[in-house]
């Protein structure tokens, strides 16, 4: 099978010569395959950390020029050439980086053809969540911790609202509007691996990214408890 490479590039000419300025995607490649980059997910626990597997040995972005480069083993477009590479207990398909920026302090990679995203909520049963906790991102990956929902009646009223959405098109997220706040919110389950969703407040409406507007009484849970 023709292997695919998740490499995009832009072409720029000038004067008198051309030159390639590759734009990559965020991956890895390590024996054999390749890992992309999964932003909607974090590690639930670090516990569910296991091993070093592997290490970066070269880092392509600034490095490679030629568009029709293949990546070699232990090639990463963006991670620094000694980033340790980490398994995951129980996911052969998922690697974990360890990252600073992330909330539980891992970035995690999954094997092409694999999507880690669990859609929690697209189960019915409200039951299979064991916590969630909600994050205001007041400013680029910076995260502020806000409160932690478990007792079972509010983690089923949260999961409810989530679910009963309603898609406006319209909605607009503008962070230099005046009353603008992004919200992260991460559910847990058993899995190694939770799931990660934004949430936006421009002032009249909370609402993701796919336009799913929510519930105002959501605002009651993005806030620290008293």
């Known amino acids: 099978m023709k292997k695919k490479w998740f490499i995009f590039t832009i072409l720029i000419f000038l004067t008198g010569c051309s030159e390639s300025n ?20 974090e590690v639930s626990d670090p516990n569910f950390i296991g091993e070093p597997i592997g290490e970066i040995k070269k880092t392509l972005k600034d490095h490679v020029t030629n568009v029709k480069y293949a990546p070699k083993n232990g090639d990463a477009a ?98 230099d509007a005046p009353q603008a706040k992004a919200f992260t919110i991460i559910l847990y389950s058993t899995s190694p691996i939770a799931e990660k969703h934004a949430i936006y407040f421009n002032g009249e409406n909370y609402f993701d990214k796919n336009h799913r507007v929510f519930s105002k009484e959501i605002g009651e849970f993005l806030i620290e408890t008293k």
């Open 22 to 41: 590759i734009e990559w995607t965020d991956f890895i490649e390590f024996q054999g395959d390749q890992y992309l980059v999964s932003h909607h997910v």
């Open 78 to 175: 963006y991670l620094k050439t000694g980033t340790k590479l980490y398994s995951v207990i129980n996911h052969s398909y998922l690697i974990a980086v360890k990252d600073t920026n992330k909330i539980n302090g891992y970035k995690i990679y999954a094997k092409e053809g694999y999507v880690p995203d669990i859609r929690m909520l697209e189960q019915i049963d409200p039951l299979s969540f064991k916590k969630i906790e909600v994050y205001e991102e007041v400013d680029y990956n910076q995260f502020l911790y806000k409160r932690l929902i478990e007792k079972n009646e509010e983690l089923q009223k949260l999961i409810t609202i989530l679910q009963s959405n309603e898609i406006n098109e319209t909605v607009v997220y503008r962070e």
